[in-house]
């Protein structure tokens, strides 16, 4: 199956994480000419945050997600790397529960494949908090590579 479209989903936690899901998002996007949907999702909290902290005026700006996603630093980061690397790309954010919002990206933008990142967590502590990288690889509409944290 060739593909197309893939969407890296990022998040606030993932910070420590950029380089490596921006590197293997560039290993399958580069040789396939992939099309890349960088899609941040935040909680309501997070996105309130986020407005705050970028400074965007809400009774001047017509402000989206997409539009909060795209001032991201983790965000930007990613996007001068595609750039770089010449891989095309779009931007897009989401407000609501992290697994539920990647996988209902994944759906919008007929994602070929999901990158997404998490770290490592014992039984007992996916049981009591759940895990976003869990319920995406479970319930998205096409593979999932996960990319761990590093560990020290």
Same mark, same amino acid.
């Given at each position: 199956m060739a593909i197309e479209t893939m969407l890296l989903a990022v998040g606030p936690s993932d910070r420590d994480? *950029?380089?490596?899901?921006?590197?293997?998002?560039?290993?399958?996007?580069?040789?396939?000419?992939?099309?890349v949907v960088v899609g941040h999702v935040f909680t309501r909290d997070e996105y309130e945050d986020a407005l705050e902290k970028l400074e965007f005026d809400?009774? *001047?700006?017509?402000?989206?997600?997409?539009?909060? %996603?795209?001032?991201? %630093?983790?965000?930007?980061? *990613?996007?001068e790397r595609l750039d770089e690397a010449d891989v095309?790309?779009?931007?897009?954010?989401?407000v609501g529960e992290h697994a539920?919002?990647?996988?209902e990206l994944a759906e919008g933008v007929a994602a070929d494949r999901v990158i997404v990142g998490g770290r490592r967590r014992s039984p007992t502590?996916?049981?009591?908090?759940?895990?976003?990288?869990?319920?995406?690889?479970?319930?998205?509409?096409?593979p999932v590579t996960f990319v761990r944290a590093g560990t020290k």
């Open positions: 994480r *950029i380089d490596r899901l921006t590197e293997e998002t560039l290993d399958v996007a580069g040789p396939t000419g992939a099309k809400r009774d *001047i700006d017509d402000v989206s997600p997409d539009d909060v %996603a795209g001032r991201h %630093a983790s965000v930007r980061d *990613i996007a095309d790309y779009e931007v897009r954010g989401a539920d919002s990647i996988v502590g996916k049981a009591v908090f759940g895990s976003t990288a869990q319920t995406v690889m479970l319930d998205a509409p096409c």
